[in-house]
């Protein structure tokens, strides 16, 4: 674990010496503009961090995050603003806080935790509602925020004072504090991108039904990367106040929210490498279109752009033109230390060992009675089934027969409506997926459900850290060794032809250390040799860990030739089960199948 992290520690310092060498050099070199220029280059380098560690790890875009920033600044601004000039600006201030003075360091504290606060209630809705109803919907809680926050601060004026904003703040001496919170922000955030909370975050990020079975709770950790995220913001908030000696309505609204965005997504929303270089490179971009804009700068035929405006163009400009033409932004998820890593390499097991040493359990699967009706069609009706484990049990039927619905419900992604789902006498009726695959149920997709830009072996590592804490130990260098993707363990799942994906889709689903695997469709798009070679690593995992299987297909001559027992399902009703000699046989079964009378 200690190795893991070494790698993301040196490149995160590199990557901080990197941007502080960029900014005094800068700094040295300019005017006293420039040199404030630098100082708030920095603090929107911290709250970019807290941004990235957000939307990079959930993949959930949000416009409210520099709001959190406004409830940070004015608690330091309330709680270190002299008394003498509260009692002129905000003598009605509610709860004392106009006779209140407390020391700079006690009042960030303070922020901070007033901030978080603020985040769990706002962030339990977001997440919730992400996961829910989705990103956009997501999207539109955190810019209702934005816009009810800044309503309050511009209306609550015993308070806030309004628009006039509150001055006399205890400035800040030196660029130090700036400089040493960028570190430590830089550490903690590449540190969370590759702690397990980060994993799991970025796993959802890329496919929240599959994350969710694989077994990762969809809300813990995007609640993880929001409490962080907002953390990291509250600090940013404080110094930028500290160093302007003022707070306003307008500091943190819709324009400091348009540039932080920009910067993280011109940089590339995956990274903080890449978010640092859209740092840097908004920040040039629009002190130069700042002095384009001058009336000292004359260029024929180009008067009509060369407007005070001009900087927003910039702005506006390249977050659109990013998003349409590279979202990926400039680096996409690349980060320094993936370059580091090359002198750094972490350690790889060169003998894998067995995938497990769990065989041997026996468990008892069950769906009795499953009905589901979406819409007033009746999908299934009245359908029970049994898998124990060691055997695999086929589930047949022609397309349109429920075969899919059937395993929807029974892993938790389709509600039942009528009937129960059983493991050994324990009722999982109405579990999340993730609760039904830490007891045991895995699952795989008639359509793939990769976490497609993460490496190969992050789509194995996973599965398994969603269930490490209950003492499993599946080995994933002997899962990738099984399946033949070793040697392209570090390239992303996206990249791997049809049938490894298939084969990685199905040890991510082993990795969850699963009593029984449910897999629907697994030999789905491929030849006859490539079906065999499939059937025969299916039987292989099963019998590594003790599991039962359940497969779906609609090939009866492939059923018939792996399964132990045979379960037959049309127009969502149970028609026929039995040994394959006896499903082959029946005359229903041929009916449905054959078109025989």
């Not at 070199?29 to 911290?46: F, K």
């Not at 989705?134 to 004072?161: C, K, Q, R, S």
């Not at 006399?168 to 830089?186: A, E, K, N, Q, Y």
């Not at 127009?571 to 039995?578: D, F, Q, V």
Request: aromatic share 6%.
């Amino acid at each position: 674990m200690r190795e893991r992290f070494l790698a993301p520690t040196v490149g995160a310092v590199v990557l901080w010496g990197v941007v502080v060498g960029v900014a005094s050099i800068a700094a040295a070199l300019g005017t006293s503009s420039t040199n404030t220029l630098v100082t708030q280059m920095l603090i929107d380098a911290i709250v970019v961090v807290g941004l990235q560690v957000f939307i990079g790890n959930t993949g959930m875009l949000s416009f409210g995050h520099p709001a959190f920033g406004a409830y940070a600044g004015y608690v330091v601004a309330l709680l270190t603003m002299p008394v003498s000039r509260k009692l002129i600006q905000i003598p009605d201030a509610p709860w004392g806080l106009a006779e209140a003075e407390v020391d700079p360091t006690i009042a960030t504290f303070a922020a901070v935790a007033v901030t978080l606060v603020v985040g769990a209630i706002v962030g339990l809705a977001l997440v919730r509602s992400g996961a829910s109803s989705g990103a956009v919907a997501a999207t539109m809680i955190t810019l209702a925020f934005l816009f009810v926050t800044h309503e309050i601060a511009l209306n609550w004026t015993d308070l806030t004072d309004g628009g006039g904003g509150l001055g006399f703040i205890p400035r800040l001496d030196g660029r130090l504090p700036i400089v040493l919170s960028l570190l430590v922000v830089l550490l903690v955030g590449r540190w969370f991108a590759e702690s397990r909370p980060g994993r799991l975050a970025k796993a959802v990020r890329e496919d929240g039904l599959a994350a969710a079975a694989s077994g990762v709770d969809r809300v813990r950790p995007q609640m993880a990367a929001l409490f962080l995220s907002v953390l990291i913001i509250a600090v940013g908030a404080v110094l930028r106040v500290r160093a302007l000696g003022s707070m306003t309505p307008s500091f943190f609204y819709f324009d400091y929210t348009l540039l932080t965005l920009a910067m993280l997504i011109v940089g590339g929303r995956n990274s903080l490498t890449g978010s640092m270089l859209g740092v840097v490179t908004i920040t040039a971009g629009i002190e130069f279109t700042r002095i384009l804009a001058g009336e000292s700068v004359s260029i024929p035929g180009l008067d009509w752009l060369l407007r005070p405006n001009l900087s927003d163009l910039f702005l506006g400009g390249a977050m659109l033109g990013f998003m349409l033409i590279r979202p990926r932004g400039l680096l996409g998820d690349w980060e320094l230390d993936h370059w580091l890593r090359r002198w750094i390499p972490l350690r790889r097991r060169s003998t894998p060992g067995a995938v497990s040493d769990r065989s041997g359990r026996k468990h008892i699967l069950e769906a009795k009675g499953i009905g589901a009706t979406f819409s007033g069609f009746r999908a299934l009706s009245d359908v029970s089934l049994r898998v124990e484990t060691g055997e695999i049990v086929g589930l047949i039927g022609p397309n349109g027969a429920g075969k899919t619905t059937l395993i929807n419900v029974m892993s938790g992604l389709v509600p039942g409506h009528d009937g129960q789902v059983l493991l050994d006498d324990e009722d999982l009726t109405g579990l999340a997926p993730h609760d039904l695959a830490a007891r045991g149920i895995g699952r795989t997709f008639q359509n793939l459900r990769l976490f497609s830009d993460l490496t190969v072996r992050e789509n194995v590592e996973i599965a398994r850290i969603a269930h490490d804490r209950r003492g499993h130990d599946i080995d994933v260098d002997a899962l990738l060794h099984a399946a033949g993707l070793t040697d392209v363990a570090d390239r992303r799942a996206s990249e791997l032809d049809y049938g490894n994906q298939r084969r990685l889709e199905l040890i991510r689903a082993t990795a969850t250390a699963p009593a029984f695997l449910l897999l629907d469709e697994p030999t789905s798009g491929m030849g006859e040799a490539e079906s065999s070679a499939m059937v025969d690593f299916v039987r292989h995992l099963a019998g590594e860990i003790g599991a039962g299987v359940l497969v779906i297909d609609h090939d009866l001559h492939f059923i018939v030739s792996i399964c132990d027992r045979i379960y037959v399902l049309d127009h969502g009703e149970l028609i026929a089960s039995g040994s394959p000699d006896v499903v082959r046989n029946d005359a229903l079964v041929r009916a449905a199948y054959l078109g025989e009378d």
